[in-house]
């Protein structure tokens, strides 16, 4: 995952790989814990002029530079900015903040991450301005939150929550795009959504052929497609709308640049793409072997919806197999 940070454009120098862990990073340099949660960065980071932030998983990341849009949150409608970085947040999330000073002698501009009680970074603001320090430096120091066990799933890989799918099935339909977001950054990290989808029906989810992803970023690169990248983490997800400027593949890892931020997706992380219907709303969806969710692709809300439906309808189908799955009747 170096190489994607690097490509993204969070800095680091050179020969260095970025931190991943809290750990690693105070080996580094000074951390100091920050008392706010992520709410409160989400607010105060609209004040942000031109920082660099950056959400990571185990098989995605995606950076954009400016500051944040208007307050998000994952349970109101997600208005994408052309301008701003889209980021929306769940209002219970679990991530501790933290806070490093700018090295001038490495040149190494101040950064405030999130990380989660694994310690693994998530995401990253780094910033160069001096306007954006104060705002950085306006977020109190303390003694952070006491990190949690990280979550583990108690059911088999192969059971599925009766209750989940007829809950998941009767919902399906009226709820929005941040019903389906909040799914994909939930403590499980999407895994109980990944579990549901071969249940909903071959109208609403159908598995797609992960090969064909590069050459289908491409396309939408060569005949400058605006579409919506997303990179949910625990607890967030940040997303960027537009056409792509060029598209490029290293190592199995895909590099996708735009104006003002860089999508980058590890192949070799994809283990089940899938194209989900809720209304007019389609996307294409990315999990890893863990099931946990990777990315999300989607329509321009400004483009042409219905291009949008065609494209993903001609992706070659492998049906609604979500592979051997025992449903749980309790």
């Known amino acids: 995952m170096s190489c994607m940070c690097r490509a993204a454009g969070v800095f680091c120098p050179a020969n260095e790989e970025v931190p991943a862990t809290l750990q690693e990073l105070r080996k580094r340099t000074e951390v100091q814990s920050l008392e706010p949660e992520l709410e409160d960065l989400a607010l105060i980071g609209t004040q942000f002029e031109n920082a660099l932030f950056t959400t990571r998983n185990s098989g995605a990341l995606i950076s954009g530079q400016g500051g944040y849009g208007v307050l998000p949150r994952i349970d109101t409608p997600w208005r994408l900015s052309r301008h701003r970085v889209n980021v929306q947040?769940?209002?219970?999330?679990?991530?501790?903040?933290?806070?490093?000073?700018?090295?001038?002698?490495?040149?190494?501009?101040?950064?405030?991450?999130?990380?989660?009680?694994?310690g693994r970074i998530t995401h990253r603001v780094q910033y160069l301005l001096d306007q954006d320090r104060l705002v950085a430096e306006?977020?109190?120091?303390?003694?952070?939150?006491?990190?949690?066990?990280?979550?583990?799933?108690?059911?088999?890989?192969?059971?599925?929550?009766?209750?989940?799918?007829?809950?998941?099935?009767?919902?399906?339909?009226?709820?929005?795009?941040?019903?389906?977001?909040?799914?994909?950054?939930?403590?499980?990290?999407?895994?109980?959504?990944?579990?549901c989808l071969p249940h909903m029906g071959s109208g609403r989810a159908w598995r797609i052929l992960p090969a064909v992803l590069p050459s289908f970023i491409g396309y939408l690169c060569e005949r400058q497609i605006s579409f919506v990248r997303i990179v949910p983490t625990q607890g967030l997800v940040q997303g960027h709308v537009g056409p792509l400027a060029k598209v490029?593949?290293?190592?199995?890892?895909?590099?996708?640049?735009?104006?003002?931020?860089?999508?980058?997706?590890?192949?070799?992380?994809?283990?089940?793409?899938?194209?989900?219907?809720?209304?007019s709303e389609w996307q294409l969806e990315?999990?890893?072997?863990?099931?946990?969710?990777?990315?999300?692709l989607g329509c321009d809300p400004m483009g042409e919806a219905a291009r949008w439906r065609d494209l993903l309808a001609s992706l070659p189908s492998l049906g609604s197999v979500g592979g051997n799955r025992r449903i749980e009747t309790k």
Request: overall charge neutral.
């Open 248 to 279: 490029n593949r290293q190592n199995n890892i895909v590099f996708a640049s735009a104006e003002r931020s860089m999508f980058s997706l590890d192949m070799n992380a994809v283990d089940t793409a899938w194209v989900t219907v809720c209304g």
């Open 286 to 296: 990315l999990y890893g072997a863990d099931r946990k969710a990777l990315a999300a």
């Open 138 to 195: 306006a977020l109190p120091a303390g003694r952070g939150r006491t990190p949690r066990e990280p979550y583990t799933t108690a059911s088999p890989n192969n059971v599925v929550s009766l209750t989940n799918v007829r809950t998941a099935r009767d919902s399906w339909s009226a709820a929005g795009p941040a019903s389906h977001l909040c799914d994909m950054i939930a403590e499980d990290g999407g895994a109980g959504r990944h579990l």
């Open 89 to 118: 947040v769940a209002p219970t999330a679990q991530l501790s903040l933290a806070r490093t000073p700018p090295d001038l002698t490495r040149k190494v501009p101040g950064s405030i991450v999130a990380a989660g009680d694994d």
